[in-house]
């Protein structure tokens, strides 16, 4: 009940009757309360169990075990044992403590008044008078230089903040329109870093993923996935009648196509190749590229097409790049033009 | 005095002197908190946050947040001898050589979800119900802060395993980075220490996730409750229930026990989920590695309306002096967010300056009542469930093996069509409802019950309604509005009037020009009259009193 003065008391008591209650069984009947009483105290007791249970599983359950449950499938016996035990242990707590709540304590409505936020407004113009009086002592206004000079002062103060972060990393540089390629850079399949011949890729065929030979050493160097992230290209196969145009003239070898496999979207590795319409779809955000048409998008939020790389054999027959690529891979930015 | 009270006595008394917590304690021991399903919602959000920080300690113990490249070797026999990140290593190594790791993280994640969930959901329950109006608009904007802190906070943790998922997602997000025109290349250059992914992005994000945004988020959270604590709770209309009282359960006992046990109910319920649920299982992604994906790779829930909105977007990228401004990624995950929420934050006044209206509101809306604001909150969640279901629309099209094509151009059509229809729509049955709940007030609640006339005339015999509903439907008064008024265009003089204001007549008109007037005392009192002469007619068949 609201402890305020007692007009507002016997206000809110002139509420209470528009109050609508009805009585519980727990209310009327003795044998109805006790019950729920059992109740409370069983899922209390039951929690208990659960969270001696927990420290019962922690130790006789092997890190291994699983178990299979129809429809969810094969799961780990100590994941799932030890999270009913703790999960039950919470959860009954918490339904015993609200069942108390509802059955037997009071579920009579209280009402309390609310009071304005607002102070009068002779206090207000107080605050504001006080506020004056101070600004006039300070002389903020009075004395412009201070006022001028504190003010630069601020304004100057967080440079330092700001310069401090200028180590974070190293200036962009050109280093994104650079990748490994070079004229005679050998492709590689990924994983196995072994190079291709051309007759290992049949007609209608794909590399999803090959990069060049010497990615390998300068990752073990560097420590990084950085190059991997811009040099990854997917090799295609079709017949040299079936490509419409290429962004490279002669680019292909014998109908082998090399494009970046970095999308010029949001820079998602792009893999999924359907070999009858020759297009390449980005799981990501779904934009779509014709190979046979200069990787040109014909689908999806990309705005340009996926940069080719001119290729080549070497003299012992394996697959390389004629040239490095000719224009920026993966995302746009703003110094790309 | 028994033993019990004299121990109460004493200790309050020991804290009153040094700190006088007495006065406080008076006020709010038996403070009233009003009952309502729907505020329970905000509680599963501070509850969700309470075992995010405790799950949270504890992953801490167990995770390096490093990029430094190991070979694994663990419990994890696929992984076995393959090369990856500290991190991804680490989350392996809680998840299956520390008992009970892999529960607590699953914990971990699945109230992460339901985090947002409830932040969002507790959201559009403040929207819909006018509970954001004065005196509580600081407390929406700061509500609307915590909802993004929110959505960066578990975007942040998703990341920090490095699995190819979390870092396919970051590579979209420095994506996105590179995209902000003039700086771009360089916040991307100095975030991640260098060129994507480099090795310094996980342990940097690490920070943010487990100091940075927390710590923002518990002084943001607590200065929220704090406002519910001090304005008091907002409550629905009902007897007794006035915009100048609350009416509900004392904290002690009452509250204190349902609070502190929904606190249970709700940590229980998520580790039951965790024992049974596996969420986000990264050891089936594998490691981070930039070139390789998966198909129908998915963020969290939270996230992909920001991954629809890039997907359904036409490719628009100028180039202006040999500079790039892509459009096609500015526009949905930065203009068009940062729009979205800016129109969110300040829609408080936005709809006080079409009411006009400067006096406080205790009194909850029902939805119905304010039919342009409920159209508005309608058409807004359509915009944004179309464009979350575009953030799946490789899913959609895989499960009914539809074309991607048509589903994203449908969704094009449909983000412009959509939402202007459902608002229509929505008003219109907000619209009906009130005529209906007008219609009761005054002829009452329809019986079923058909009188013939001597005319020949058929009649339906109306009961009155209870004092309950009456108090639920009068409400209306509260939340009507008529449209403002322009003064004249031109004072006494001649001279014209200023246009301000104008903007705010024009605001209002939209609206409340569309309105239904809730009925006077004289109209429902005349309602009454009629509806007693039907009863009298029809109560000696005693069938009115019998069937109710």
């Known amino acids: 009940m609201s402890q305020d003065t007692s007009g507002e008391l016997e206000k809110a008591q002139e509420h209470e009757h528009e109050l609508e209650h009805v009585l519980r069984r727990t209310d009327t009947n003795p044998r109805a309360a006790q019950r729920a009483e059992r109740q409370v105290a069983i899922m209390f007791g039951l929690s208990m169990l659960a969270s001696i249970g927990f420290v019962a599983a922690y130790v006789g359950i092997s890190k291994t075990a699983s ?19 703790s999960g039950l242990g919470l959860f009954l707590i918490g339904a015993g403590a609200i069942h108390w709540a509802r059955q037997l304590m009071s579920d009579e409505e209280i009402i309390d008044e609310r009071k304005s936020f607002a102070a009068d407004d002779q206090t207000r113009a107080q605050v504001v008078e006080d506020f004056q009086q101070g600004a006039e002592e300070s002389g903020f206004m009075k004395r412009p230089l201070i006022r001028r000079t504190l003010l630069a002062a601020m304004a100057l103060m967080p440079i330092p903040a700001i310069v401090l972060l200028r180590d974070l990393g190293p200036l962009p540089e050109t280093k994104s329109r650079n990748t490994l390629w070079r004229s005679g850079s050998r492709i590689v399949q990924d994983i196995s870093y072994k190079p291709i011949r051309p007759e290992d890729i049949p007609l209608g065929g794909l590399v999803a993923s090959a990069l060049p030979a010497d990615l390998k050493a300068i990752e073990e160097e560097q420590g990084t996935l950085n190059e991997r992230a811009k040099a990854s290209i997917i090799l295609v196969r079709m017949a040299p009648d079936e490509i419409r145009s290429q962004q490279i003239q002669d680019g292909d070898y014998q ?24 297009h390449l779809l980005c799981p990501c955000h779904q934009s779509t590229f014709d190979l046979a048409d200069s990787g040109n998008v014909i689908f999806g939020p990309s705005a340009r097409r996926l940069p080719q790389l001119a290729i080549t054999v070497d003299g012992q027959g394996y697959l390389v790049a004629k040239e490095g690529f000719q224009e920026p891979v993966g995302p746009s930015f703003w110094e790309r033009g | 005095m028994s033993t ?273 649920f596996t969420i986000n299982p990264i050891w089936l992604y594998g490691p981070y590695v930039p070139d390789q994906v998966t198909a129908g790779s998915q963020p969290d829930w939270y996230i992909g309306w920001l991954d629809g ?22 526009l949905p995950a930065l203009i068009i967010p940062g729009i979205m929420f800016t129109l969110l934050a300040l829609y408080p006044w936005i709809e006080a300056k079409a009411t006009g209206d400067k006096s406080e509101h205790h009194l909850l809306d029902r939805p119905r009542n304010a039919p342009t604001r409920t159209g508005l909150g309608a058409m807004g969640l359509s915009f944004y469930i179309l464009i979350w279901i575009s953030g799946g629309n490789d899913i959609i099209a895989q499960a009914f093996s539809w074309s991607i094509n048509s589903i994203t151009w449908t969704i094009r059509v449909l983000l412009i069509v ?19 709940d007008r219609d009761k007030l005054i002829h009452g609640r329809e019986t079923g019950i058909i009188k013939r006339m001597p005319s020949g005339e058929y009649l339906e015999v109306h009961a009155p309604i209870s004092e309950a509903s009456r108090a639920k439907l009068i409400s209306a008064r509260e939340s009507h509005y008529a449209p403002l008024e322009a003064g004249p265009s031109h004072d006494e003089n001649g001279v014209k009037a200023p246009k301000k204001g104008r903007l705010g007549v024009k605001l209002s008109n939209f609206y409340f020009a569309n309105r239904v007037v809730p009925p006077t005392d004289e109209e429902i009192a005349e309602g009454q009259h009629h509806a007693a002469d039907d009863l009298e007619t029809v109560r000696p068949s005693g069938q009115i009193t019998s069937g109710h």
């Open chain 1, 255 to 278: 109908g082998i196509l090399a494009f970046s496999k970095i999308c010029t979207h949001l820079g998602c590795p792009i893999a999924l190749y359907q070999q009858r319409t020759k």
């Open chain 1, 67 to 85: 178990i299979d449950i129809p429809i969810i499938g094969s799961i780990g016996l100590l994941n799932l044992t030890l999270g009913l035990a």
């Open chain 2, 4 to 276: 019990t009270q004299r121990a109460v006595a004493t200790t309050t008394t020991w804290i009153d002197d040094r700190i006088g917590a007495g006065k406080w304690l008076k006020k709010n021991l038996r403070k009233v908190f009003p009952d309502h399903w729907s505020f329970m919602l905000g509680e599963i959000a501070l509850y969700s946050f309470i075992l995010l920080l405790l799950t949270g300690v504890y992953l801490t113990l167990f995770f390096n947040p490093s990029m430094k490249e190991v070979i694994y070797n663990g419990s994890y026999a696929p992984l076995n001898g393959i090369s990856m990140t500290q991190a991804y290593e680490s989350t392996l190594r809680v998840s299956f050589d520390v008992r009970g790791g892999l529960l607590v993280r699953q914990i971990h994640h699945w109230a992460a979800l339901l985090f947002v969930a409830s932040v969002s959901v507790h959201m559009l329950r403040i929207f819909f119900t006018g509970a954001f109006r004065k005196p509580r608009e600081l407390n929406w904007v700061i509500g609307v802060g915590l909802m993004t802190l929110a959505i960066l906070e578990g975007f942040a943790g998703y990341s920090l395993p490095d699995d190819l998922l979390s870092g396919t997602g970051l590579r979209i997000a420095q994506g996105i980075v590179l995209a902000i025109p003039l700086v771009g290349s360089y916040v991307s250059s100095f975030l991640f220490g260098g060129e994507f992914p480099g090795t310094d992005f996980i342990p940097r994000l690490y920070s943010i996730h487990i100091l940075l945004i927390p710590g923002i988020l518990l002084g943001t959270l607590t200065a929220h409750l704090l406002l519910v604590w001090y304005q008091k709770h907002t409550q629905f209309p009902g007897p007794g229930r006035t915009n100048k009282n609350v009416v509900g359960f004392p904290l002690f006992p009452v509250y204190t026990a349902k609070a502190g046990g929904f606190f249970f109910i709700v940590s229980g319920i998520i580790t039951l989920m965790s024992a049974m």
């Open chain 2, 309 to 330: 909105a890039v997907r359904v977007i036409p490719n628009w990228e100028t180039v202006i002096f040999g500079h790039n401004i892509s459009w096609n990624i500015l």
């Open chain 2, 418 to 436: 959509l939402p202007p229809v459902v608002f229509i729509i929505t008003r219109r049955i907000c619209l009906g409802l009130q005529r209906r």
